[in-house]
């Protein structure tokens, strides 16, 4: 087995892990200035996750974690590439770059620009940049020729202008990094209680006698959470973890702003942990709601009757169905014995408020948007829905990922949105929806995208097929980058290219002679202010709100929208929010106030916004799981020691792994049958509809994770995941679910 030293996961070595980060990149001052206000009140937003901070007034000195002070150190590079650099190399020699090494060579200083042909980038003006691509935008044939991606690190102000870009040039092609995250978390939650977004604050967490944690790992990705976790195991709340790998974040964690912690000394967290096999949490989850009716029968008061009558819909047929599903089928299907099902029936229906939390290990997988409804039902049996203590918890990835969707970054825009949002602007939105993320892809194939624009992020590595990927934006003839540090997505996209850099969250923006802050929302819906306080890593840095205004004006010209008054200062564009999109009222004042303020939440209320006014019970097929002998079913997960696709460092740590992430994680038993050795090198093969794809020399790593499954780190198995193959519904690439061959390495090739 790996070496998993069953240290707790945090402790000394976290926070010396993220301090010698620093030191090679922002260098120790300028990170601990930047750290010292990291998730303040009057600081700034931690540009890591989107895990809500705690109120004003409970905030630590040190509210941040390892991954967030890595993320700002990242950030706060005080190296910096301009012409000189892309002048000394050409276009295939940056391409032979690893990730790693392309965003380690420092932050992006000065626009260039590549024309079709070119092999090398070259320094091109702000207002020059801003022409070009405005001309590109103005001379389409069609608006619907431009597709407009973004990630979710933009401020609200930022997104906001960018849809409006989009929509007053006439198109929703707005594909965006949620359509790879939490679609399918928008998608189960909008259709069966209203409201696209988690129900619970963190408030709630301080309540709830019962938290699951499903398809998460909060260790690496969310590490705040451990303390909420940690605080509520400690006052006797039961932690039930959900995962094919036995996470160590979730068994045990030091926190690093204790003496205890620093130590190493951990505190559990998880009261049980499954270790269901991959996707076999529908049959799980339903397993479960079976006992529990099975245990309403033979003793009642399990289900929540009055609630059910009152605040729900399609109860019965839901009953019903599950009644035709056996009990062993459950407990096969999902790799988790009779008994367990029976004990996790036991302590739910024994807890009074249960909150049920998850991220990527439920919703990219096909059917993930049943995953989310499952997650539903179960809550709804017992009324965990509107009250205190209890609901649902989706947590987010990008730090602002949530704000960017509420302000319009969506291609498939509501008619109350888009009339709401005409009004406001004077303009006319057009109301054919747009392509999402898979949905580009298949137009560039098809060639007819002429301009690929990215409010940052890195599409090519990020997106499912790398390789069909890549070939696709190739295809498209310029390629607009507002991005930070330069990544793969810089040197694949179109025939033309612009890099346009920008300034951090970080980091001071100034506009005229006023610093400007913006706004952000965290998982919980609420909206709050971030100001950068360090000097920018160059002096003529614009920040995205202004990239996205000048090519706007480029485009457009000032009528109805007057883009360029709009960002002197950005309390305008968040007036132009207040008046455009629902739950803003007073923005600019409330966002002032500490900690900012909480939006709208129906469900919170026991408010329903479905079409039948109430909260839906569903039916969800069990997903078949058909693998062949000798297939596995393969997850993709993320290292210690990453970012998405910005890469840190090359450790695992909690996992064992160290120098490396070309690894496959496979259980021993697996790995002996097939004849293969620990550590030998291995092909893995996907295969979907008689294709095949492959990715070579992965190291054998035996690994505590069920029969049948296996995991690799998440960009490097990209090219794996076919394009067509995703969520249902959401379309949310299935990166969690793709059937694998193993076989030995036919040579050391890389991708
Ligand atoms: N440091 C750091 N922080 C991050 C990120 C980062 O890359 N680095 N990324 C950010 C983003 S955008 C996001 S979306 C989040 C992602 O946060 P997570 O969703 O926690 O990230 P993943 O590594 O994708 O892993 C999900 C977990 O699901 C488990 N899993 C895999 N398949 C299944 C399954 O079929 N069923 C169940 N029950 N579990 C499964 C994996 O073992 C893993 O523990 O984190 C955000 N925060
Ligand atoms: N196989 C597999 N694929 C996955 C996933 C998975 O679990 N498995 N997870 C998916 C998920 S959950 C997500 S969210 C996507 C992530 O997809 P993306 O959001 O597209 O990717 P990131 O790696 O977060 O983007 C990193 C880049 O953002 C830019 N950047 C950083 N900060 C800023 C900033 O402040 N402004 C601007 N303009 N640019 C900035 C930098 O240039 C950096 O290189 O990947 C998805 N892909
Ligand atoms: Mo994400």
């Not at 390629?479 to 890099?499: C, D, F, M, P």
Request: proline letters at 5%; charged letters at 25%; one cysteine or more.
């Amino acid at each position: 087995m790996a070496d998993i030293k069953e240290l707790a996961a945090g402790g000394l070595r976290a926070v010396l892990s993220s301090l010698e980060y620093a030191r090679e990149t922002s260098g120790l001052k300028r990170s601990v200035r930047a750290l010292s206000l990291l998730n303040q009140d009057q600081g700034f937003d931690c540009p890591s996750c989107a895990w809500p901070d705690p109120a004003p007034r409970e905030r630590s000195v040190v509210e941040f974690c390892e991954n967030g002070a890595r993320a700002v150190a990242h950030e706060a590079d005080r190296r910096t590439i301009g012409a000189g650099f892309f002048a000394e190399r050409s276009l295939a020699e940056l391409s032979a770059l690893s990730d790693y090494e392309l965003e380690q060579s420092g932050r992006l200083a000065e626009p260039v620009f590549r024309e079709a042909g070119g092999e090398h980038y070259r320094p091109i003006g702000y207002e020059q940049a801003f022409e070009l691509a405005g001309a590109a935008l103005a001379r389409l044939d069609s608006p619907d020729r431009a597709v407009f991606y973004t990630s979710g690190r933009a401020s609200n102000e930022a997104a906001f202008l960018y849809q409006l870009l989009a929509r007053s040039l006439g198109t929703n092609n707005l594909p965006d990094c949620s359509n790879l995250c939490h679609e399918s978390s928008g998608k189960g939650l909008g259709s069966t209680i209203g409201i696209g977004k988690g129900t619970v604050t963190l408030a709630d967490f301080r309540l709830a006698d019962c938290i699951f944690v499903i398809g998460q790992n909060p260790g690496t990705n969310h590490p705040r959470m451990l303390s909420t976790l940690a605080e509520a195991r400690a006052r006797g709340a039961t932690i039930v973890s959900i995962n094919p790998l036995r996470e160590l974040g979730l068994v045990s964690f030091a926190h690093p702003q204790t003496a205890r912690g620093l130590l190493g000394v951990g505190e559990p967290i998880s009261t049980e942990y499954v270790q269901v096999r991959i996707n076999g949490d529908v049959a799980l989850l339903k397993g479960v709601m079976k006992q529990l009716l099975r245990l309403e029968t033979e003793h009642g008061n399990v289900l929540d009757r009055a609630f059910i009558a009152e605040h729900t819909s399609g109860f019965e047929a839901f009953r019903d169905a599950l009644e035709g599903v056996s009990l062993k089928a459950c407990a096969e299907q999902s790799g988790v014995p009779v008994e367990t099902i029976a004990r996790l029936a036991e302590i739910y229906r024994q807890s009074q408020r249960v909150i049920v939390c998850w991220a990527m290990g439920l919703t990219q997988h096909k059917n993930g948007v049943a995953n989310v409804r499952e997650i539903v039902n179960l809550l709804l049996l017992r009324g965990n829905l509107g009250r205190a203590g209890a609901g649902a918890c989706p947590v987010r990835g990008h730090s602002n990922v949530q704000g960017d969707r509420t302000v319009g970054i969506y291609e498939s825009p509501s008619e109350a949105f888009l009339a709401r949002l005409d009004r406001a602007t004077g303009l006319r939105s057009p109301r054919r929806h747009g392509v999402d993320a898979v949905g580009s892809v298949l137009a560039m194939e098809r060639g007819e995208v002429d301009v690929f624009l990215a409010l940052g992020g890195n599409f090519v590595a990020a997106m499912s097929d790398s390789r069909r990927t890549a070939q696709a934006l190739r295809q498209v003839k310029l390629a607009v980058h507002v991005a930070t540090k330069l990544n793969r997505t810089h040197l694949e996209a179109g025939q033309a290219s612009l890099i346009l850099p920008c300034l951090g969250r970080t980091e001071r923006d100034l506009r005229g002679d006023r610093i400007q802050f913006v706004t952000v929302e965290d998982s919980m819906g609420v909206v709050h202010k971030s100001e950068g306080p360090l000097e920018p890593a160059a002096p003529s840095l614009l920040g995205e709100p202004g990239i996205v205004a000048g090519i706007a004006e480029a485009a457009l010209g000032a009528e109805p929208v007057p883009w360029s008054e709009l960002v002197k200062d950005y309390d305008a564009i968040r007036d132009l929010i207040e008046r455009s999109i629902a739950g803003f009222e007073r923005y600019n004042e409330r966002v002032r106030e500490p900690g900012g303020f909480e939006l709208p939440n129906g469900p919170r209320e026991r408010r329903f916004l479905t079409a039948s006014g109430k909260a839906e019970f569903t039916v969800q097929a069990l997903p078949e799981l058909a693998l062949e002998p000798g297939q596995l079913l393969l997850t993709t997960i993320r290292s210690h020691d990453q970012f998405n696709t910005t890469i840190y460092g090359f450790d695992d740590r909690y996992r064992g792994i160290s120098g490396e992430r070309r690894v496959v994680f496979v259980n021993p038993k697996d790995l002996a049958e097939r004849g293969f050795e620990p550590n030998q090198r291995l092909d893995v093969t996907s295969h979907y509809q008689g294709t095949r794809r492959t990715v070579s020399a992965f190291r054998a790593v035996p690994y505590d994770i069920p029969r049948g499954c296996a995991a690799c780190y998440f960009p490097e198995a990209n090219p794996l995941v076919p394009l067509e193959n995703h969520a249902d519904e959401s379309r949310t690439p299935a990166s969690k679910s793709i059937v694998v061959t193993l076989s030995a390495a036919s040579g050391e090739a890389a991708e």
